[in-house]
């Protein structure tokens, strides 16, 4: 199997028929759910905490939460009763 890392892969520019970002849907459903994406933070302690993870939630975007100092057993149930 062959793997790719950003020094194999190069983007190039190119003509849009796009006139605004706007006009592009970058939602992605995942099962039952919808986000928004490509929003995702990194699952480090010094980026995402509760209350970010919670306020992603809300907006609707998709966030993975590091396990470290985090009890992941009452998050999940505040998560469900949202």
């Known amino acids: 199997m062959k793997k790719f890392d950003f020094n194999d892969i190069t983007l190039l520019p190119n003509l849009s028929y796009v006139q605004s970002r706007s006009e592009c849907d970058t ?6 759910h919808k986000f928004n994406l490509p929003v995702v933070p990194a699952n480090m302690e010094s980026i995402i905490d509760v209350p970010l993870a919670i306020n992603l939630a809300k907006e609707g975007y998709f966030y993975i939460l590091h396990r470290f100092n985090t009890d992941e057993v009452s998050f999940v149930k505040t998560m469900k009763e949202m």
């Open 27 to 32: 939602t992605c459903k995942f099962g039952k």
